[in-house]
């Protein structure tokens, strides 16, 4: 409303400066401060890739260099989960990547494949209610029947059952397409909980990307 | 990751355009289609400065004009609890605001005050931060304390104990500061539900400002 | 059962006399010991035509004294809301308050808005089981709408879609009805919250009134 | 506050009288329907001594009444726990009863048991305040130790480990009254589920009972 | 997968010998201490049966024998329960054991109930399946209406209403089944909670029965 | 109790047989009826390595053998997180994969991991403490406050913080020993999701492994 322009009292104090919420986003990337390994010869050229394309090598990149091995199997699972050929398109699989996030509260995951969502959609507010609520976008069947049950089988798996496919069925998915809606939820049910675990920090230019 | 550049079969494809997230959210403000009354010199004279000072009228303005005293009613509260002299400034009330929202989902109040967070803080990412985990933040002592007892308020009002007035009170909150604390929280505990119960949709320039 | 006349031998001993639960609610209404304010002269006339009428100041009031301005908004909310012209009854609106309240056991607004139930209803035991489960009460299907919507509101308002709106237009509400529901389960919502965090007591004269 | 006398259009039409909330309490005790079988010699006296000293015979003992041996267990049961002996007095023994049933939401046990509590008190408040939300009530240290315990195991059983018997040992409990804690919050957690599984309605008097 | 008989670094060094996670379940029957006193004629009997038929007194009797008049009760009711003529199956019944035992997360009647139904089914992982998630099992339409009924009157006994009933009368079972169905489900919310209450040890013996 | 052998009228009657709980689970491994690809040569060899050490090949293997990517990069990230050196133990690992998995409820990884934790541990009952309720389970320090922050983490991963990694610090864990317990938890709750999607059902032989 009009409020932003009016001063009392103590608003006119010069208020001491905060630290910004996210100091040290960028150098600090876990709360576990595990040193990186010598990359392997082609998990550097994937870092170069991504300087290239993307301009930085993002953060969950470099908190898993500690671990060849495990940075080698983090990286072939969400290429292929993400970027391979799939009945969902890539915007979709960051939409369920987002609303899987909202209902995790990670702060890692939702700047990184919020920014994405926006990205690849075109559609910033998009991104924005990815990550409030995905029920109050204007949304396809499809994409609705998709995250409702990406978000049930987050919170509630145990509730799970041949009626939710059929849901799926219904909207239009094939039984490879629920896998793959099924393993990219699954996906971020995983890395929100690393990136909890670690407080695992995004790269601060995800923050104003594609706005 | 390197994504976003890497073409498959189906992404080639020209994809049918999406209809946007927020569709109609500048025109149909909420699911209830009450046609405005005519307002009071005072509250017009109120929507012309917010047109003024803003640029717009805000939508849950709009919303309540199809009832003068109700109108009236959200106002003087809002503007009392929002921007009247208080112990918290207009920034930690917001951050309230931002948080408390967050828990509830609540998209009207999470797209209009997140962008009141980033305006009055002069960092972005603090709203998004409350609007996503609020514990993720980097914050001082004392926001964190209020945080902490806004957000138990909203989900376990039942388990609100002389404790937690402690715990605020070594943060270096008075008692009056706790009142406005929790006058704050309940407000949007408040208007989350009714926005939530009538689909009330924020203004679209809310979402690109002061990114 | 035949239980309240047995004799054991413990409860043969004089027992030392408790503490009422209500110990002091009439005299330390919160626990902020906020000073109150000279009144405005409306709000001194409002005060007192509560103690012609009800024969006391509802706490509430007493507590909200400590700031004008604060009472004055609190004053006019609240009766626009249970007290104006509406297509709901008083009363429903007090059940709606009552069942609200019970989600989020709140002492203050149960006892107070239980005692208007039993008053405006004459049934003293609705007031009870709006208190107790809403469920069990012989209601019409009216009242059940409303009463399930107000609840899931108050319990998941981010879950609040179009086809709960649908069920209370299938009740016969309207769209300002519907309005109105949210708006007094949002309010008390906000109050529930205020009384929790600040551990106000209700005038002990609730308790009695209209069994 | 100053509403129950003001008139609006509406409320000043007559209105349709309402069905008591309660309506059928005292005749349709259960949602099964069971017929009662001839009572034992045994429980026909029990009842007569209900009859007696009450006034009337519990609708529970009636809704049991269909089947010999479960009534007779059920009665050994409930006059063992609630009646024999302990260290916790019987007040405090309705206490649990209260409490754990205001969790379950026991629409018979909180008015059978809210009566008790009120009648063994003199305190008709605090059978209320057990049924809002005991953490409200002005209790001594031991009667909140106790309730903390048993709603804790009624709410999170899985959740009892040894610290939480000791809560209860450094507040003055034996072992032998832990035993009797868990057993009879143990013992309403089944009873509220028969009387929510059958909808079993208490008899009307209890309502004002002790007011 | 094939991963039980590749060695790393650390498998290699002998291990230090776990204590059991059982450790004392035979001899410490719970954590009160409660001395047994001298069995009744009819309960020493009972011992004496259990020894003979089954090889052991369950460690639930042994618990209760501290008094009299509650050990006599709880088997009453138990034997009523479980043993006597009834709609349901027995099986049936330990299938409802086990399953609420499940959601309550209970140690003891997991093991003792789980153990009946794999005795009394013949079909080992049926007992597993009831302890782990009912709805992965293959069942019968009348085993996992019954099942749907007693898990949520166990988790959420305020939602169970007519329809619910209905349900139950679809897949074939009357009143008096209803009834059962819910004094058993009501039964272990007790026991469940008295076990947890008290860290109540199962017989080492179940573990093993009937695999 | 002594009931095993009891008969009454119903249980006399020859009972129709039931279908297995698990019937179909070694033949129909999921919902979705994917047909496997050709293995590459590495798998295949891996597939034939488990044939001999195992004696099978488990079925979430199968369940990924539709697409030989997706298969590669589940068996490289298992086999990295379950056997390669770490600071946790295979068995300790197996307690988190089996304590996540009962939290989630999920039939697949509490039968394969539950067998697993038997043969490692050679203590049959671990497994199915892990199961139930790992708080019920006689554990060393380390394995308590490890468990306690995988569960933590499974249920409400939006609470961990440094205060959670403090306390495995204090149970001797190492920074880097925390990357794996969070690593382990997390990719628990991944498989879980995605065999809760799918039904994935395990090979039957698990359940009398290790008894």
Not at 22 to 48: C, K, W
Not at 50 to 60: A, D, I, M, R, S
């Amino acid at each position: 409303m009009a409020k932003r322009n009016s001063k009392t009292a103590r608003d006119v104090r010069a208020p001491k400066p905060r630290i910004p919420a996210t100091a040290g986003d960028d150098t600090v990337i876990t709360a576990l401060d595990l040193p990186p390994e010598q990359l392997s010869p082609e998990m550097a050229a994937y870092f170069a890739k991504c300087e290239e394309k993307l301009g930085f090598v993002p953060n969950v990149l470099k908190a898993y260099a500690f671990d060849p091995a495990k940075l080698a199997a983090f990286v072939a699972m969400y290429n292929d989960l993400m970027l391979a050929p799939s009945g969902l398109t890539k915007l979709e699989r960051e939409m369920i990547a987002v609303a899987v996030s909202s209902h995790n509260q990670c702060y890692y995951c939702l700047v990184a494949h919020g920014a994405a969502v926006r990205q690849l959609s075109g559609d910033p507010a998009l991104g924005e209610l990815m990550a409030m609520n995905y029920r109050a976008a204007r949304l396809s069947r499809r994409e609705r029947a998709m995250l409702d049950f990406a978000v049930k089988l987050t919170a509630e798996p145990w509730r799970i059952e041949e009626q939710d496919r059929e849901e799926l069925r219904r909207a239009g998915f094939t039984n490879r397409d629920i896998w793959d809606i099924a393993a990219v939820a699954g996906f971020f049910n995983m890395s929100n909980r690393v990136a909890s675990a670690t407080d695992m920090r995004p790269n601060s230019v995800y923050h104003g990307q594609a706005r």
